[in-house]
T-cell receptor, first 114, second 115 residues
């Protein structure tokens, strides 16, 4: 069964600290992996999209890594800010025949405290 | 550009009532999607469209119908609402197919409560 598992479920850090969020997936075939940020009461916003040939991709203070062999990804947030408080969702895209489906993880809820 | 907009933002229905959620995008995207988001679960695909006049079922299509009469609009209908359809509904759109490196842009969501 295609699944995307994220850990931890929630995380509290102090402003200015770094953190790393984890994503493991069992989706096959694999096309790409995405990380989204979802603020409370809003729609998800894309942070990065990575194919199997990409190991690392950055977007400002956000850096995503992908190990296609172990089917693991991580999202590292550097020098956290209060505005980073949100849910971070890992999403894996299957092949073109997979009924339009992106497989969404349940998300990690990050709280950044002053 | 407004991006992806959804109407209405909030709605309360009684069991058995019907309603239509409207999604509009101004980015000339071919692909449009309807998702639902429930507490403790990831977003799940209800229906999607690969172009004007086309629709297809996603992971959880039962109890919903959709139409894409115009390229920029994607409508989600509930013919007879049930409490299990209480959820937050998100519309999204993209230019290329989901297996391409192309962003899906999400709307702000519609919070629906069925009593």
């Amino acid at each position: 069964k295609n699944q995307v598992e994220q850990s931890p479920q929630s995380l509290i850090i102090l402003e200015g600290k770094n953190c790393t969020l984890q994503c493991n997936y069992t989706v096959s075939p694999f096309s790409n992996l995405r990380w989204y940020k979802q603020d409370t009461g809003r729609g998800p916003v894309s942070l990065t999209i990575m194919t199997f040939s990409e190991n690392t991709k950055s977007n400002g203070r956000y850096t995503a890594t992908l190990d296609a062999d172990t089917k693991q990804s991580s999202l590292h947030i550097t020098a956290s800010q209060l505005s980073d408080s949100a849910s971070y969702i890992c999403v894996v895209s299957g092949g073109g025949g997979s009924q339009g489906n992106l497989i969404f993880g349940k998300g990690t809820k990050l709280s950044v405290k002053p | 550009n407004a991006g992806v907009t959804q109407t209405p933002k909030f709605r309360v229905l009684k069991t058995g009532q019907s309603m239509t959620l409207l999604c509009a995008q101004d980015m000339n995207h071919e692909y449009m999607y309807w998702y639902r988001q429930d507490p403790g679960m990831g977003l799940r695909l209800i229906h999607y469209s690969v172009g004007e006049g086309t629709t297809a079922k996603g992971e959880v299509p039962d109890g919903y119908n959709v139409s894409r009469l115009k390229k920029q609009n994607f409508l989600l209908g509930l013919e007879s609402a049930a409490p299990s359809q209480t959820s937050v509904y998100f519309c999204a759109s993209s230019y290329f197919r989901w297996d391409r490196v192309d962003e899906q842009y999400f709307g702000p969501g519609t919070r629906l409560t069925v009593t």
